[in-house]
């Protein structure tokens, strides 16, 4: 599968922003589905994921209660809906897709395939 990240962009601190990813290829539904953030000089780390039937999500504690991720199998499409930012979400944001035997997966060594990145700029 080929996945493609867009929406980023600058927004001030307390908005709000929606990333999108498109997916081609092998059937979307077959895939946990997740979100993934790389901040400058720190490592990647985990924000959501989201289950094949779209019936489970796991946020990271730091985003919990402020974005919310789905996806639209339909459309082959993952969001997330990024609300009350706050500087600390700036990072490139990368969407992942996981052939994992769970339901989920917050590891990202789990993911088998990667879109290029958008990047999110919070400013205070």
């Known amino acids: 599968v080929q996945l493609q990240a867009f929406g980023g962009g600058l927004v001030q601190a307390g908005g709000s922003l929606r990333l999108s990813c498109a997916a081609s290829?092998?059937?979307?539904?077959?895939?946990?589905m997740g979100w993934f953030r790389q901040a400058p000089g720190k490592a990647r780390e985990f924000v959501a994921t989201?289950?094949?039937?779209?019936?489970?999500?796991r946020y990271a504690d730091s985003v919990k209660g402020r974005f919310t991720i789905s996806r639209d199998s339909a459309k082959n499409a993952l969001y997330l809906q990024m609300n009350t930012v706050k500087p600390e979400d700036t990072a490139v944001y990368y969407c992942?897709?996981?052939?994992?035997?769970?339901?989920?997966?917050?590891?990202?060594?789990?993911?088998?395939?990667w879109g290029q990145g958008t990047e999110v700029t919070v400013s205070s």
């Open positions: 992942a897709a996981s052939n994992y035997r769970g339901s989920t997966s917050v590891v990202d060594s789990h993911y088998d395939f």
């Open positions: 989201i289950s094949r039937n779209e019936s489970v999500t």
């Open positions: 290829g092998r059937t979307f539904s077959s895939y946990i």
